[in-house]
């Protein structure tokens, strides 16, 4: 009898350190499964023998309370349209992620009625239509992360949304949203760091690939501790940089039509890695602050901000941004963060190349080709030793391309386009007919462009 005891004790101890679900969300769940296609065999380990729903690829259980917690299946190429009744169940969700896959229907309010937990929100990627038939439905929930991508929500900014003061993550590109982007969306959350309202339909102010027009001083005068800001290929509007962004790490306002010169707030980004202003009409010089940028900096520590905001651990996502450099546009995402960059081709910039930026050793790519910079190269640019890629052409640098640096291993190409411009790789400085001897000054080219630009939007 003793024996049979120990023995018994031993077995509910056993039991008592497993997680086991509760019924009624282990029915929910295979009932969820019912209504899909998987087609992959991704939920194979739902139901069959093991009756333990905790176990099943996905999903997680509370320890304490067994509730169901977690439901997370990114890119399990599911199929179908999406299971209503069967989520309703479950209760205690705080993550719902079923984002890259191929489901379709319509998601309501109705939906969310008993989910007062959730936390993360993640629909991305599929063809469903998030629709609220209530004007003025106020969610149950808090989120923390909300990524809608490539769902239908338009054509109206959704006023729901108003409600999420806590959200650190939001995601609405390619929803179909179209208008005016509400005043309140800037005040949001002070906790936001990650935002893409990226190919909508905007008519007042979007981000990129939009068509951007109006004042930037509301998105400058946020103050969070964000990595990311892509304005990229909009059009022209007034706009300045504010000095409440130090912890900014991309900015890329490329492909607008900026006129003026760079305003000084610039010089409070110093922990930018990426900043991109080509192709636009900003003139004056560049300025003489960007060694203030202290992650561009020799040995600098890299702040890796992207995998740093509190929720990363819910998704596999990281942030990512269109970034041009070695001749081509690529998206970078999960190494955006150790991308260091500054590209100010296609520009009006005249005068030096500040010696400043020589001292940004930690610089990975270089671009500032296509403007009207003068006067020699700084022998310091050489000596920059992590530089992989660099453009000087189409500008009026002159003189002779200092040697012994590493300014010679790149391709002649990087310096075309400067006719006062000669030696390795380019041609000889005493040619056949005589030394090439054109040294335009710093201020030969100050003021000419200026002229041009009496009307029009300007950056400062």
Aim: glycine share 8%; with cysteine; net charge negative.
């Amino acid at each position: 009898m003793l024996l049979l005891i120990l023995l018994c004790g031993v077995v509910s101890s056993s039991q008592a350190g497993e997680v086991r679900c509760i019924e009624r969300e282990r029915q929910a769940l295979l009932n969820f499964k019912q209504g899909l296609i998987d087609r992959n065999d991704n939920l194979s380990s739902w139901g069959g023998q093991e009756h333990n729903c905790c176990t099943w690829k996905g999903v997680s259980c509370n320890e304490n309370t067994s509730y169901v917690i977690g439901l997370q299946l990114p890119g399990y190429q599911l199929r179908g349209l999406m299971p209503e009744s069967s989520f309703g169940q479950l209760t205690n969700l705080e993550i719902f992620d079923v984002s890259y896959n191929f489901l379709q229907g319509t998601v309501s309010e109705s939906y969310f009625l008993s989910h007062h937990r959730l936390k993360v929100l993640d629909f991305s990627f599929n063809s469903l239509v998030f629709n609220s038939t209530t004007i003025d439905w106020v969610p149950p929930f808090q989120l923390d992360v909300l990524k809608l991508a490539s769902c239908y929500l338009g054509p109206q900014f959704p006023k729901w949304l108003q409600t999420q003061s806590n959200v650190s993550q939001l995601d609405l590109s390619s929803t179909g949203i179209s208008g005016q982007v509400p005043k309140w969306l800037w005040d949001l959350s002070p906790r936001l760091q990650y935002l893409n309202l990226s190919h909508n339909q905007f008519s007042v102010l979007q981000l990129s690939n939009n068509m951007f027009q109006g004042s930037l001083s509301s998105i400058c005068s946020i103050d969070y501790g964000g990595g990311l800001l892509d304005l990229s290929y909009n059009r022209k509007y007034t706009a300045y940089l504010g000095t409440n962004l130090p912890s900014l790490q991309v900015l890329s306002l490329r492909h607008n039509e900026f006129l003026g010169t760079i305003p000084p707030e610039v010089c409070y980004l110093t922990g930018i890695q990426v900043l991109d202003l080509s192709g636009n009409n900003i003139s004056g010089r560049i300025p003489r602050c960007f060694n203030n940028f202290t992650s561009l900096l020799p040995n600098s520590t890299t702040i890796d901000a992207f995998r740093a905001y509190p929720l990363h651990q819910y998704s596999s996502d990281v942030l990512s941004a269109l970034v041009y450099w070695r001749g081509k546009e690529e998206e970078y995402n999960n190494t955006l963060g150790f991308l260091k960059l500054i590209d100010l081709s296609d520009n009006r910039f005249v005068g030096n190349i500040p010696k400043e930026i020589s001292l940004l050793g930690g610089l990975i790519s270089l671009n500032l080709s296509r403007n009207h910079l003068s006067g020699n190269i700084d022998s310091g640019i050489g000596q920059m030793v992590m530089l992989e890629s660099l453009d000087l052409s189409r500008n009026q640098l002159s003189g002779s391309i200092p040697s012994g640096t590493q300014l010679q291993g790149f391709n002649a190409s990087v310096y075309a386009g400067n006719n006062g411009l000669c030696g390795p790789p380019l041609a000889p400085c005493h040619a056949p007919d005589g030394p090439r001897t054109s040294q335009a000054t710093d201020d030969d080219h100050v003021g000419k462009e200026d002229n041009k630009f009496d009307k029009g939007y300007y950056i400062s």
